[in-house]
T-cell receptor
Framework: AQSVAQPEDQVNVAEGNPLTVKCTYS??????LFWYVQYPNRGLQFLLK??????LVKGSYGFEAEFNKSQTSFHLKKPSALVSDSALYFC?????????????FGAGTRLAVHP | GAVVSQHPSRVICKSGTSVKIECRSL??????MFWYRQFPKQSLMLMAT?????????EQGVEKDKFLINHASLTLSTLTVTSAHPEDSSFYIC?????????FGPGTRLTVT
């Protein structure tokens, strides 16, 4: 079964510094990978996805992620963090089984950007 | 981008009563919608996959008779929590799929007293 792991419960970074939120995956076949962000008491907002093509995927709000097949990773990055980036970030993989497909989420990583 | 709404955003009910949560795709048709549950500071747990015009597919461990799902149209799915108990208190989030992407509603905070 497909799964994703987010090894860090929380990431702290100073405003203006680059940020990385880690995600590794375990899939059979080609992975469909996603990043979402969640602000307090809100639903999830889509940031970016990797389906195929370039390993470096650019998404919303200046975020990008690099698909690394050999390391089975899909880390989320941003060159310069903003305080407003502070939120909960989820990595997800699409699982296909029994004619259905569904998103399986990682545990989430809380990003705290300090002024 | 595609918009998914949920109603209500927050509901408080008494133990033993039933609560209905609506999920609507506002500017697209969704043959498939999903219902998730999120506990504080935890990830989203998929409860069920809702397919328009057919029965929902429930994840293992989710009581289908307690969490009734109806997907009567291409833009509306409902989740009814029947005979709610305090342990059902949670944040419920729906999602609608369009192509490869899923769009999420803003969530419904259910508190059972």
């Amino acid at each position: 079964a497909q799964s994703v792991a987010q090894p860090e419960d929380q990431v702290n970074v100073a405003e203006g510094n680059p940020l990385t939120v880690k995600c590794t995956y375990s899939v059979s076949g080609n992975p469909y990978l996603f990043w979402y962000v969640q602000y307090p008491n809100r639903g999830l907002q889509f940031l970016l996805k990797y389906i195929t093509g370039d390993n470096l995927v650019k998404g919303s709000y200046g975020f990008e992620a690099e698909f690394n097949k050999s390391q089975t990773s899909f880390h989320l990055k941003k060159p310069s963090a903003l305080v407003s980036d502070s939120a909960l970030y989820f990595c997800a993989v699409r699982q296909f089984s029994g004619g259905y497909n569904k998103l399986i989420f990682g545990a989430g990583t809380r990003l705290a950007v300090h002024p | 981008g595609a918009v998914v709404s949920q109603h209500p955003s927050r509901v408080i009910c008494k133990s033993g009563t039933s609560v209905k949560i609506e999920c609507r795709s506002l500017d697209f048709q969704a043959t498939t919608m999903f219902w998730y549950r999120q506990f504080p500071k935890q990830s989203l747990m998929l409860m069920a996959t809702s397919n328009e015009g057919s029965k929902a597919t429930y994840e293992q461990g989710v009581e289908k008779d307690k969490f009734l799902i109806n997907h009567a149209s291409l833009t509306l799915s409902t989740l009814t929590v029947t005979s709610a108990h305090p342990e059902d208190s949670s944040f419920y989030i729906c999602s609608a799929r369009q192509g490869h992407e899923q769009y999420f509603g803003p969530g419904t905070r259910l508190t059972v007293t």
